[in-house]
Every structure is written in C-alpha cells, then in structure tokens.
C-alpha cells in the first residue's frame, strides 16, 4: 500500500508570495493532519481535515489555511509569506481516531 | 494541561548499550501514546504505539513501559545500533473523536559505533 505523498519536496518563496502544498493520504484514511516543524518549536499542529471538514485546528494565524477534497487528498495555503514561515511541512493521515497517523516526507519551504 | 513533557533533548550511548527516552503528561483525557523516529530530511515514522489499559509493549528491540498514575511513558531502545541514530518523538491522542496529536519536543539519540 503506498504511504502518504506530498507535492513538491522543496520550495523556495519569497516573503509576501503565497504557496500551496498538497498532501495524497494512504488510500483508505479519510483523515489528514497538517504540522508544521522548526527547529525551535518542534512539531505544531496546524489543522485536521476530515471528510472534508475542519475538525480541529491549531493556534496559527489565518494565513494558514486548507481543505480537503471528496477523495481525501488535501491542500494547504499560506498566503502573504513571512520569513518565520521557513518550514518543514508533514502531512499526516489516519483511519480512524485514535489510530495509528502516518507522516509523509514532508514539504521543505524556505522563505527569502 | 495538552503539553507531552519529553525528555532528556538529546542522549548519547554507546553501541550495544539502552537508551531511555522519558515523557509524561497532564491530561488524563490521552488515551493513545505512540512513538515516532526521524531521519534527517525524512518525516516522522511510527516505530511503536500503547494504550493506557497495558503497561509495557515491546516491539523487537523497543519497548514502551507506561505508568498510568504517574502519567509518564517511556521509551527503552534495547542493544542501541549506529542505526538507530535519529530523533525521537513521544506523542499523545485526545479522546473523543480527535485525531488531533500532541507531540513531545523531540530527543536526539546518537549511538557511538
């Protein structure tokens, strides 16, 4: 069973450009999580898709966004980017609550 | 109260040796404790998962003891491999439906060949 993707591997932005990063969840799970990770802070939820709805959502401002669609692949949004926004970007999906969540390679976005 | 308290940052052992990994808890509400290893440049990957009605499961050379009214579980990493070099995340699931994870901040384990 193929794990979880995500799309593209690297990006570089600059600061005030906006990016979408694109998460495919293994097939079966209907969930997905998104997390940002930095040195300094570590793993922080972001927010959580699940059939297509907003379930829980993490303290980050609103420029960070998301959806997901009726084939549980799922995107994220940040918009006017900000130098503190330099990230490594997981995607996570689960089958159930509770459950076991997979992680992707991640989405390494580097703002200039 | 939805803080994982993970320690030490970062451990150093010799081939062959244990290593130990510590976290603990507030919120009596987690009721899924999993341990994830990271590779440089790769995402987290599940390595070994316990729930609060066991107090140890081992897994080959992993082991996770949990004390429920202590509300701390650890990580035993048994015969520490060059390989097993990686960071490491404890982490909690909230009850209820939520698929939402708490994460520990994260050890780093360095086995000296």
């Known amino acids: 069973k193929a794990g979880v993707t995500q799309t593209p591997r690297y990006l570089i932005k600059t600061r005030g450009q906006q990016v979408t990063l694109s998460c495919s969840p293994i097939?079966?799970?209907?969930?997905v999580s998104w997390y940002q990770q930095t040195p300094g802070q570590g793993l922080q939820f972001l927010f959580e898709?699940?059939?297509?709805?907003?379930?829980n959502k993490g303290n980050f401002p609103g420029r960070f966004s998301g959806r997901q669609f009726s084939n549980s692949r799922s995107e994220m949004n940040v918009s006017t980017l900000e130098l503190g926004d330099s990230a490594l970007y997981l995607c996570?999906?689960?089958?159930?609550?509770?459950?076991?969540?997979?992680f992707g390679p991640g989405t390494r976005l580097t703002v200039t | 109260q939805q803080q994982v308290k993970q320690s030490p940052q970062s451990l150093i052992v010799q081939k062959g040796g244990i290593s130990i990994i510590n976290c603990a808890y507030e919120n009596t509400a987690f009721d899924y404790f999993p341990w994830y290893q990271q590779f440089p440049g790769k995402g987290p990957a599940l390595l070994i998962a316990i729930r609060p009605d066991v107090s140890e499961k081992k897994e080959g050379r992993f082991t996770i003891s949990f004390n429920k009214s202590a509300k701390q579980f650890s990580l035993h990493i048994m015969d520490s491999q060059p390989g097993d070099s990686a960071t490491y995340f404890c982490?909690?699931?909230?009850?209820?439906?939520?698929?939402?994870?708490?994460f520990g901040t994260g050890t780093r384990l360095k086995v000296l060949a």
């Open positions: 982490a909690a699931s909230l009850a209820s439906g939520t698929y939402k994870y708490i």
């Open positions: 996570a999906s689960t089958r159930r609550a509770g459950a076991e969540q997979y």
């Open positions: 097939s079966g799970h209907r969930s």
């Open positions: 898709y699940f059939s297509e709805t907003q379930r």
